[in-house]
């Protein structure tokens, strides 16, 4: 066991765990939204909106982000057409490549977490709102809304870690996220064990404090049912 | 009872001892996915230059060889981790990669190149042809200078852990973007959609992928040897192992007297990179 290689690719795998940190939390923020809109429209009464929305979680859930992320950058990156368009110089970045992926990825296991959630409320709740003469666009966002939250917060904490170590597949996309740089200090010193207990234990380190983190804000805010 | 379990484990033993001894059998890994060198045909066979030369060398040694797959990032510690016995992935024999592992001679001399899209600026760049790093001449550092001027700033893809990243690292190009790759097909794809400004690699890398794909990849710039790019490929074999060493050493030397390496080199190359 190398010590020495251990402690000394500590700080260069801790300056990479800022870009795992980037990429997670800028993927977090819009896969809330999109999750958000997605349950929205899971709940719509319009069959045709349902569907495509059901459509939507069925294939971010049912194919692996890896493929995810390699249809997006190499397979978009194959039609001569879309490099000509704007969007290239979206796609044409890995940054932006691996967050969309991820957004549209935990975008779909949010808006199933968030539906569940909106569905387990009880229609008392509601009744209760409508009764006082509340308007329904009130009753959603006071009501609905902050209880689907509580409901949501030990999936989503779940989500979370696991997007988490889904960000190690930016590597594959040239990205140096704390994956990518672990592998890179292995390319030169040929020793994978040092390396990746390093890397390991910084993951591990980061899922204590988002397990924490969700599990006191149920303590606060959550409710027993 | 506990005598029993001893003589047990003994028995256990000595049969997987005799097991290795009786059959002569080594295992040679390669990467699959760096034609001509090695890949993979449609049905998943390994092919290439070196898996037809490992079934020659393997001949001439009189030993039972399997040929198996490993990506190409973790090639060294999966040989030091005993996964497989030998190296033959177009793995240039380099000081860096001596400190971990031994080679035998080199077989082969792989000739890097820079390539760019057909269209690019820096198409068809006016430099000498070849330059040799081991002793940089006056004529070799303009061309160098030629090359820092071309790609200043410019990305330039390479595969991870090879001899081109670490001439990209070492500065002697001065200021470009790195980017690295898992494989130089992927470096290839990222190069034909414009992600990347150019990229480096052997030259029959990215002649076979223009050949195969009918893009527009061209090869600019001289090409390189020496210095960090190492003296040929050879069998990459763990410290230690020196039996396997010798035998591989005695086997080149045999294919290259019957011109076994020549042969197979014009067959995947079109020219003889043998060495």
């Given at each position: 066991?190398?010590?020495?290689?251990?402690?000394?690719?500590?700080?260069?795998?801790?300056?990479?765990t800022?870009?795992t940190l980037?990429l997670l939390s800028?993927s977090l923020?819009?896969?809330?939204?999109?999750?958000?809109?997605?349950?929205?429209?899971?709940?719509?009464?319009?069959?045709?909106?349902?569907?495509?929305?059901?459509?939507?979680?069925?294939?971010?859930?049912?194919?692996?982000?890896?493929?995810?992320?390699?249809?997006?950058?190499?397979?978009?990156?194959?039609?001569?057409?879309?490099?000509?368009?704007?969007?290239?110089?979206?796609?044409?970045?890995?940054?932006?490549?691996?967050?969309?992926?991820f957004?549209?990825?935990t975008?779909?296991?949010?808006?199933?977490?968030?539906?569940?959630?909106?569905?387990?409320?009880?229609?008392?709740?509601?009744?209760?709102?409508?009764?006082?003469?509340?308007?329904?666009?009130?009753?959603?966002?006071?009501?609905?809304?902050?209880?689907?939250?509580?409901?949501?917060?030990?999936?989503?904490?779940n989500e979370i870690i696991l997007m988490l170590k889904g960000t190690s597949?930016?590597?594959?996309?040239?990205?140096?996220?704390l994956?990518?740089?672990?592998?890179?200090?292995?390319?030169?010193?040929?020793?994978?064990?040092?390396?990746?207990?390093?890397?390991?234990?910084i993951y591990l380190?980061m899922t204590?404090i988002i397990h924490?983190?969700?599990?006191?804000?149920?303590?606060?805010?959550?409710?027993?049912? | 009872?506990?005598?029993?379990?001893?003589?047990?484990?003994?028995?256990?033993?000595?049969?997987?001892?005799?097991?290795?001894?009786?059959?002569?059998?080594?295992?040679?890994?390669?990467?699959?996915?760096?034609?001509?060198?090695?890949?993979?045909?449609?049905?998943?066979?390994?092919?290439?230059?070196?898996?037809?030369?490992?079934?020659?060398?393997?001949?001439?040694?009189?030993?039972?060889?399997?040929?198996?797959?490993?990506?190409?990032?973790?090639?060294?510690?999966?040989?030091?981790?005993?996964?497989?016995?030998?190296?033959?992935?177009?793995?240039?024999?380099?000081?860096?990669?001596?400190?971990?592992?031994?080679?035998?001679?080199?077989?082969?001399?792989?000739?890097?190149?820079?390539?760019?899209?057909?269209?690019?600026?820096?198409?068809?760049?006016?430099?000498?042809?070849?330059?040799?790093?081991?002793?940089?001449?006056?004529?070799?550092?303009?061309?160098?200078?030629?090359?820092?001027?071309?790609?200043?700033?410019?990305?330039?893809?390479?595969?991870?852990?090879?001899?081109?990243?670490?001439?990209?690292?070492?500065?002697?190009?001065?200021?470009?973007?790195?980017?690295?790759?898992?494989?130089?097909?992927?470096?290839?794809?990222?190069?034909?959609?414009?992600?990347?400004?150019?990229?480096?690699?052997?030259?029959?890398?990215?002649?076979?992928?223009?050949?195969?794909?009918?893009?527009?990849?061209?090869?600019?710039?001289?090409?390189?040897?020496?210095?960090?790019?190492?003296?040929?490929?050879?069998?990459?074999?763990?410290?230690?192992?020196?039996?396997?060493?010798?035998?591989?050493?005695?086997?080149?030397?045999?294919?290259?007297?019957?011109?076994?390496?020549?042969?197979?080199?014009?067959?995947?190359?079109?020219?003889?990179?043998?060495?």
């Amino acid at each position: 066991m190398d010590i020495e290689l251990m402690i000394n690719s500590f700080p260069k795998l801790l300056n990479a765990t800022l870009i795992t940190l980037k990429l997670l939390s800028v993927s977090l923020i819009f896969g809330l939204f999109i999750g958000l809109g997605f349950a929205i429209l899971r709940m719509n009464n319009n069959k045709l909106i349902n569907k495509f929305a059901y459509g939507y979680s069925y294939i971010f859930r049912g194919t692996p982000l890896l493929v995810q992320i390699f249809i997006i950058y190499f397979g978009l990156g194959q039609i001569e057409y879309l490099r000509t368009t704007f969007l290239w110089v979206v796609l044409k970045e890995p940054y932006w490549c691996a967050i969309i992926a991820f957004s549209l990825n935990t975008g779909a296991y949010t808006s199933e977490i968030l539906r569940s959630a909106f569905q387990t409320i009880k229609p008392g709740y509601l009744e209760a709102g409508r009764s006082l003469g509340i308007p329904s666009k009130i009753i959603f966002t006071k009501i609905q809304i902050p209880i689907a939250i509580k409901q949501s917060l030990p999936a989503y904490g779940n989500e979370i870690i696991l997007m988490l170590k889904g960000t190690s597949l930016a590597s594959t996309v040239t990205l140096m996220d704390l994956t990518g740089v672990a592998k890179y200090i292995i390319s030169t010193t040929f020793k994978p064990v040092e390396v990746f207990i390093v890397a390991g234990g910084i993951y591990l380190f980061m899922t204590f404090i988002i397990h924490n983190v969700i599990k006191y804000l149920e303590k606060k805010y959550g409710f027993q049912t | 009872m506990k005598k029993l379990k001893v003589l047990g484990l003994g028995i256990l033993i000595s049969s997987f001892l005799t097991i290795s001894s009786i059959a002569d059998q080594i295992k040679i890994g390669t990467e699959g996915a760096y034609p001509p060198w090695n890949s993979k045909d449609s049905a998943g066979n390994l092919i290439g230059f070196e898996v037809e030369l490992a079934n020659e060398l393997c001949k001439i040694m009189n030993h039972d060889c399997t040929i198996v797959e490993q990506d190409w990032d973790g090639m060294i510690p999966a040989l030091v981790s005993r996964k497989f016995d030998a190296i033959m992935a177009g793995m240039s024999i380099t000081g860096e990669r001596m400190k971990t592992i031994n080679f035998s001679q080199g077989y082969a001399d792989e000739v890097a190149s820079l390539a760019v899209m057909k269209g690019s600026k820096n198409e068809g760049l006016k430099t000498m042809s070849a330059i040799n790093l081991s002793d940089v001449s006056a004529d070799e550092q303009a061309t160098l200078d030629v090359l820092t001027k071309a790609f200043k700033g410019k990305t330039i893809g390479v595969q991870t852990a090879t001899i081109h990243q670490n001439f990209l690292e070492s500065g002697l190009m001065g200021n470009v973007k790195i980017r690295t790759y898992k494989t130089q097909d992927e470096v290839n794809l990222d190069l034909s959609a414009g992600r990347i400004d150019a990229a480096l690699a052997a030259a029959v890398a990215f002649t076979d992928y223009a050949e195969k794909s009918g893009k527009g990849v061209v090869l600019t710039g001289p090409t390189f040897a020496g210095g960090d790019f190492g003296n040929g490929v050879g069998v990459g074999i763990r410290k230690g192992d020196s039996k396997l060493l010798n035998d591989f050493n005695a086997a080149i030397d045999k294919a290259r007297d019957d011109g076994i390496i020549s042969k197979l080199a014009i067959k995947h190359f079109g020219f003889d990179a043998s060495m």
